[in-house]
């Protein structure tokens, strides 16, 4: 078991050691962040610093460049003549040579300068070459056009690509294997009237870009490198010119790819990185372990850390001191009730002081001293109370016996009760098995009354039903009658259409007659014309014979009309004799039918209603026998309940009895009981 004074010092030491540990990584979190933020200013402003420089550098270049490029434009005042003129260019050409000098003395690193002009039209080898020679610059032969083929990159490149493009361009930086010197060239085409001139170039010495990008240091190893517009290394202190970065560092490849992530710094595997882009397209980049940017926060977790274990060991040795202080009083205090728990109350040295201390410990002593009082005071009550308790128990003893004898005398009273309520129980039960007989009379005649309710009822569906049949075939003979009716009206109506047919037929005669008149006169005329009219006597004997056989058309119409006349008014007929004998002999019929379906049915609900009337009075009879029978019953119950309670009484007067038995045993038990509880008392030391 551990002490009190270890817990308290293992608590204080874990508290103290959550809270510095909690300090401290709040603290190692702000510092790393405001370290972090510092160094990546840092190197932000370095890297802008020295692009800045480098940039400075190029613009030199290219303001040298463009007020060459200037000068020969304006040198050029009769761009006719120039394209026709070797004289001219010659003159043109001189006048350009001061200011060519002039110009590669004064820009830095400068190692060519040179205008060349259009070969389509100009002598291959015209134009300034200036070269520098020693601390100056000399004037050489231009290189000849017509030794190289336009698509030779490697010879003419530096004149082809910048015209091709139509703007001013920064050649990538290549050896020049004749002065073995690494160069850089800005080239710059000129334009008159949109036609092509030349171009005018630089080549610079590279090592002056180069001196500036590996001068730049970074922490204890950070440093610079610089790439072309296409992410390839042009100065690095590891890898050649040329190689692509994404081959010896895919990560700063993707930051490079990225335009959004310039002048940021990033983190590329285990080095920070930053770069900024130069104004002619190249990528000045700084990059150094991203360690050595968190050197100083390493070294600030070390002393937090030398600072919490300080504390800690302070704080243990303040808790080690604190606990025995506590520890103390209490190991008295715990003293205090090994004696409760051994039965001694007798006063302690030292309770005064420990109850007058004025915290915990002192209010857990006056605890102690209270209970030590009560148990006092119940073991003096104890003692009292076995003295009172012995004088009862002879007095419960003497009742006991007393009462042992009054139910001796219940019980046998109580048994001769049971037995007569018993045979009462008897004669009850046989009145209520004749109820039920009579109920079972009862529920007979009532199912046979349900059996004629229920043949009642069917008779009186069978007369709906017959009645329903009835009212449809009226109705559905009247239907008949009507359509029958509608439709004999319509053939009486249609019939009318054979005396227009007659009309029809005496038209048509009518034509027929004038028809043959015309014939018998084209006849006539036929014959008067002679020879002319034989066609014509040919056609009007066709026209009499057509009239003759419409003649006889119209007699067989006349003929068939009257046929259909007859049999339309013999149907007429027979229609209106059919339907005097619905509408005198059916429909009546229907009518008597249906009277004698509706008095079947009220006969049949007459008959319903008495049956109902009698379900009711055997149905009030069950109701009232069941009644009794239940009376009967719950007195047959009252009875049973009676005779077993009076039972039950007996044996529990017996078992009284035997209770008082067991009284009497336990009154002496107690009596030996109290002995041992004054053998007890007497052993506490008060």
């Not at 390839?232 to 335009?259: K, P």
């Not at 104004?279 to 070390?302: C, D, F, Q, W, Y």
């Not at 606990?323 to 004696?339: C, D, E, F, S, V």
């Not at 009273?413 to 098995?433: H, N």
Request: glycine content about 6%; hydrophobic content about 40%; proline content about 2%.
């Amino acid at each position: 078991m551990k002490s009190l004074t270890t817990k308290i010092i293992a608590l204080v030491t874990v508290s103290t050691l959550l809270l510095s540990l909690l300090i401290g990584v709040q603290s190692i979190g702000m510092f790393r962040g405001t370290s972090d933020r510092q160094a990546s200013e840092n190197m932000i402003l370095m890297a802008d610093l020295n692009a800045k420089d480098i940039d400075l550098t190029l613009y030199t270049i290219e303001q040298s460049v463009n007020s060459l490029s200037q000068m020969t434009v304006a040198a050029i005042t009769d761009f006719s003549k120039f394209k026709t003129s070797d004289s001219y260019v010659d003159e043109c050409t001189a006048a350009l040579e001061a200011a060519a000098f002039t110009l590669a003395r004064n820009t830095q690193g400068a190692m060519t300068v040179y205008v060349r002009y259009n070969p389509a039209f100009t002598d291959p080898t015209s134009g300034i070459f200036l070269s520098r020679s020693g601390d100056d610059f000399e004037e050489l032969v231009p290189t000849d056009f017509s030794m190289y083929d336009p698509d030779d990159a490697a010879h003419v490149g530096w004149y082809y690509t910048p015209v091709n493009a139509g703007e001013p361009i920064w050649m990538d930086p290549y050896l020049n294997e004749n002065i073995n010197v690494y160069m850089i060239s800005y080239v710059v085409p000129i334009y008159i009237n949109g036609e092509s001139v030349g171009i005018v170039g630089m080549d610079i010495d590279f090592s002056v870009i180069q001196d500036m990008v590996n001068s730049v240091t970074l922490y204890d190893s950070g440093y610079a490198y610089l790439t072309n517009a296409s992410d390839s290394l042009i100065v690095h202190r590891d890898y050649e010119s040329g190689t692509a970065l994404s081959q010896v560092d895919s990560a700063a490849a993707a930051l490079l790819a990225d335009a959004d992530k310039a002048n940021t710094v990033e983190r590329a595997g285990s080095q920070a990185l930053v770069y900024t882009p130069l104004h002619n397209g190249m990528k000045l980049v700084l990059t150094a372990p991203r360690s050595e940017l968190l050197a100083s926060t390493s070294a600030m977790i070390v002393k937090i850390a030398i600072a919490i274990a300080v504390v800690l060991v302070l704080v243990i040795a303040a808790a080690s001191f604190a606990g025995n202080r506590m520890a103390k009083p209490l190991r008295k205090i715990t003293r205090i009730i090994q004696n409760t728990a051994a039965f001694n109350f007798q006063s302690t040295e030292g309770g005064d002081k420990l109850c007058g201390m004025r915290d915990e410990i002192g209010e857990m002593a006056r605890a102690v001293r209270q209970m030590r009082g009560e148990l006092r005071n119940i073991i003096n009550v104890i003692s009292d109370s076995c003295g009172s308790l012995n004088g009862n128990i002879d007095n419960l003893l003497q009742a006991s016996a007393h009462v042992n004898d009054m139910t001796e005398n219940n019980s046998a009273v109580t048994q001769e009760l049971s037995a007569a309520m018993m045979q009462t129980s008897d004669g009850t039960e046989k009145i209520r098995e004749t109820i039920l007989r009579l109920q079972q009379s009862a529920q007979s005649i009532r199912e046979l009354s349900q059996e004629n309710r229920q043949v009642s009822q069917e008779l009186m569906s069978g007369a709906e039903s017959l009645s329903g049949t009835t009212s449809e075939a009226t109705r559905q003979t009247q239907d008949m009658y009507e359509r029958v009716k509608k439709d004999t009206d319509e053939a009486i109506e249609h019939s009318k259409a054979v005396s227009q047919i007659n009309q029809l037929t005496e038209a048509i005669a009518g034509i027929s007659e004038q028809t043959n008149l015309l014939a018998l006169n084209a006849s006539i005329e036929a014959a008067r014309a002679g020879e002319a009219g034989k066609g014509f006597s040919v056609v009007a004997t066709e026209i009499s014979a057509l009239a003759n056989q419409t003649n006889q058309t119209v007699e067989n119409i006349n003929s068939t009309v009257e046929e259909v006349y007859t049999a339309v008014s013999d149907m007429v007929k027979c229609l209106d004799t059919m339907m005097d004998f619905i509408n005198k002999k059916i429909l009546p019929d229907y009518d008597k039918f249906n009277s004698v379906g509706r008095k079947y049915q009220e006969d049949t609900a007459a008959m319903e209603e008495s049956m109902n009337q009698m379900d009711l009075s055997i149905q009030d009879l069950a109701e009232a026998l069941e009644q009794i029978s239940g009376t009967v019953g719950d007195i047959n119950d009252m009875v049973r309940e009676s005779s077993e309670g009076v039972h039950r009484i007996a044996e529990d007067t017996t078992g009284m009895a035997e209770e008082t038995g067991n009284n009497s045993r336990l009154a002496v038990q107690s009596k030996d009981t109290i002995r041992e509880l004054f053998s007890v008392v007497g052993q506490f030391k008060m």
